[in-house]
């Protein structure tokens, strides 16, 4: 995932390197008399180990846009520096290993360095990410500023936009590429790669709960021998896509026509607020 995302591809991170590591970042803030704890949990943390050194790697799953998630990476990797701030001023103050005045003030020797944390935001969602994808984006900082407040970018993976990605892993690109074909509602070009094809089991589970396919889950759950074929997923996804694109034109149409979105629910047997989510999605109607 990281060598797709960050290098192209090349082999710079090794599977046989990452080892889990904790989740738990909590630290403990002083100010004054004051203390709260503060803690943060990553989805995923692992740990590349490259003789001393190693890379603290963080991943965010993440299926909807969160409009504050520089923000929330920011605070992860920041606790999480704190976390081995803390761990080694606690040693260096064990041992005594004070060279100067401002190493014993600090807690910190001269030497001493953090290992460094790189988070991933994988955003699963069908709708393009139109969230920050820094942290500038989030402030309102005027003109004359902008070139003195300290940024933080985020990385950030778009399931939907990740043709330019190659996984070394063919699981994952399988995972990608289906889920990517999916909301494009490409069903002649996923029929033509994965029609006769059998995938894992658990690759289907993964790719329905991704794109929110009960078809593709409930195929994936019923196969024997834990493999699945994707042909039956497939012709179902697209019934199902016909289906809703139907659905919509009749909304459209009867819309246009004069009718209420009330009107409109109750004649087709749906709700106000389905009817109104389609409406807006096609620009024809706009929420307050």
């Not at 005027?142 to 993976?157: A, G, H, S």
Request: aromatic fraction near 8%; charged fraction near 30%; charge should be negative.
């Amino acid at each position: 995932m990281f060598n797709a995302a960050l290098f192209e591809g090349r082999s710079v991170l090794r599977p046989e390197e990452l080892v889990e590591m904790d989740t738990d970042v909590s630290s403990l803030l002083k100010t004054g008399e004051y203390a709260e704890t503060v803690q943060k949990i990553l989805d995923v943390v692992k740990k590349s180990a490259r003789g001393v050194d190693f890379v603290i790697l963080g991943l965010e799953n993440q299926q909807h846009v969160h409009y504050g998630m520089p923000l929330r990476i920011l605070l992860g990797d920041a606790f999480g520096y704190l976390k081995e701030y803390q761990e080694t001023a606690r040693k260096n103050k064990k041992e005594g290993r004070w060279d100067s005045k401002e190493e014993f003030l600090s807690g910190f020797r001269r030497e001493d360095r953090l290992h460094p944390m790189v988070t991933i935001c994988i955003y699963y969602g069908e709708d393009a990410w139109d969230g920050p994808r820094k942290l500038t984006d989030m402030l309102k900082i005027p003109e004359e500023l902008r070139d003195v407040v300290n940024d933080y970018p985020m990385n950030l993976i778009q399931v939907r936009d990740s043709g330019h990605l190659r996984f070394q892993v063919p699981d994952v690109q399988t995972v990608f590429e289906v889920c990517r074909n999916i909301y494009r509602r490409d069903y002649e070009k996923l029929s033509e790669v994965y029609g006769d094809k059998e995938i894992d089991a658990e690759l289907g589970v993964v790719i329905g709960t991704i794109t929110e396919s009960q078809g593709i889950v409930s195929q994936a759950l019923e196969s024997r021998g834990g493999r699945m074929n994707m042909c039956t997923a497939l012709e179902e996804l697209e019934r199902k896509g016909m289906e809703k694109g139907m659905k919509t034109g009749k909304i459209l149409a009867r819309y246009e026509d004069g009718m209420s979105p009330e009107e409109i629910a109750r004649k087709m047997g749906l709700t106000v607020e389905q009817v109104e989510k389609i409406l807006e999605e096609n620009g024809m109607l706009t929420m307050v």
